[in-house]
């Protein structure tokens, strides 16, 4: 009987262990898709956007990010962080229209971004990296702006994500970075350095928030390894004991676990 209760007792702990191992690995933070963090900003302000490039390639790793800006709903302005081994390059180029916004004529705008790594500098198989980007002012005619991205590799390939999510649709399998754009609530027109600050606060809570998955999900599989441990010794610790006599030695059952 005892047995049957240790072999129950430890393949629950298994079985545990295994559990916490999936929400590990769930907890951890997806980096399938070069994506635009945060995905919301406000109308009429400034904001700083963190492209976020994964390197999915197991042998290559990346070198180069271009990102295109819309010409429908232009951003006059973009500002770049130094990055360690990176050169960033904004281009501005003339508009196809013109366009009007608060009263002034709009003809010049940001065209594209490319941040080149330097000779010795890559993201490497199973790397990302956050790109931040403070932009603006934001378009408040639109609900959304999107920015498709190229992704270059030290071996020469090439990922275009260019495919625009449509709604109610499967996810595409490159999706365009893009952010939603809400209404302004107040005190959302403040230039590049109340972005940036906004955008440091935004970048800290989200390596927060990843950090705390992984401590959670890592104390969930430790707290399911202690807990089948824990079951196996305490039914160790009731096993009856040998008798002396007439009656032979009982005979300890080894239990094996794969």
Not at 147 to 156: I, L
Request: no cysteine.
């Amino acid at each position: 009987m005892f047995s049957s209760l240790r072999r129950t007792a430890l393949r629950g702990g298994v079985v545990a262990a295994v559990a916490a191992g999936v929400a590990l690995a769930a907890a951890s933070p997806a980096l399938a898709h070069v994506t635009a963090q945060p995905s919301t900003a406000q109308q009429g302000g400034y904001t700083v956007i963190n492209f976020r490039v994964p390197t999915e390639s197991d042998t290559a790793g990346t070198v180069k990010l271009e990102v295109s800006f819309p010409t429908d709903h232009p951003l006059t302005s973009a500002r770049t962080t130094p990055q360690p081994g990176w050169t960033a390059t904004v281009t501005k180029g003339t508009l196809p229209q013109p366009i009007q916004r608060d009263g002034a004529t709009i003809t010049q705008a940001v065209t594209t971004v490319t941040w080149t790594a330097q000779p010795g500098t890559r993201i490497g198989p199973g790397q990302y990296m956050d790109f931040p980007l403070s932009v603006g002012p934001l378009p408040d005619d639109t609900t959304g702006l999107v920015f498709p991205a190229t992704q270059t590799y030290d071996d020469g390939s090439v990922v275009n994500w260019n495919e625009i999510q449509q709604p109610g649709a499967a996810e595409p399998d490159h999706p365009a970075p893009s952010i939603t754009l809400t209404p302004a609530t107040g005190g959302g027109h403040g230039g590049h350095d109340a972005a940036a600050a906004g955008g440091t606060d935004g970048s800290s809570a989200g390596t927060t928030d990843t950090t705390a998955r992984w401590l959670g999900g890592i104390g969930l599989l430790l707290g399911a390894l202690g807990l089948g441990l824990g079951g196996g010794a305490v039914l160790r610790s009731r096993r009856p004991k040998s008798r002396t006599g007439g009656s032979a030695a009982a005979k300890e059952e080894k239990v094996t676990t794969q």
